[in-house]
């Protein structure tokens, strides 16, 4: 039901916005479907090793703890990703510009906004764990209904660990720019390998 959802949604608002932007009509080009498959392939299998690999820590917590530690570990795992929320909102419009200052061979231009993207995953870093020592475990026991105060280290971890996640994300996107899905697929695969035993 989902991937029938997903095929109506997809010729409704594919279907719709298409023709506004090209003159494009969909047809059996099979072939060519099957090159797009395979250019993406990497980049499909990267982003499903990437949530797998966040994630493996939740695993391990629901292996080897009981309910009321999985119960704390996700109330303090969900604001891990404020950084890289955050930081996905500077990047995401900076996409264009590298793409572009790549395109125009601007080398100098181009790591300049690779090292903004970075002082940007700082600048919301910084504050966030200030925030988080200060107030985080409080806040997070009031909104949870759980005592959270003894893990106010594991809240400054987890948000760290979070902001890391912002620089891979700007590194994996910049390998994307430059057209290097396997440099992403081996990095992850290294990863997941390596986080493997836990």
């Not at 690779?114 to 910084?126: D, E, G």
Request: overall charge positive.
């Amino acid at each position: 039901s989902m991937a029938l959802l997903y095929w109506l949604l997809l010729a409704a608002a594919d279907g719709t916005l298409i023709p506004s932007f090209a003159h494009l009509r969909l047809r059996g080009a099979f072939g060519r479907k099957r090159s797009l498959l395979l250019a993406c392939l990497p980049l499909a299998t990267n982003a499903f090793l990437f949530i797998y690999v966040n994630n493996l820590s939740r695993y391990a917590v629901d292996r080897l703890l009981d309910e009321r530690a999985m119960a704390e570990y996700n109330a303090l795992f969900m604001p891990s990703f404020l950084v890289i929320l955050l930081s996905g909102f500077v990047l995401r419009p900076a996409m264009t510009m590298l793409g572009t200052q790549l395109r125009n061979g601007d080398c100098r231009g181009f790591h300049r906004q690779i090292a903004v993207q970075l002082a940007w995953v700082a600048a919301f870093t910084v504050p966030a764990l200030v925030l988080a020592y200060a107030w985080g475990a409080p806040a997070l026991s009031l909104l949870y209904g759980l005592d959270l105060t003894p893990h106010r280290g594991t809240l400054c971890m987890l948000i760290g660990a979070g902001a890391l996640l912002a620089v891979y994300y700007i590194f994996q996107s910049v390998l994307i720019i430059l057209r290097r899905p396997m440099a992403c697929l081996v990095g992850i695969l290294l990863t997941t390998a390596a986080a493997w035993p836990a």
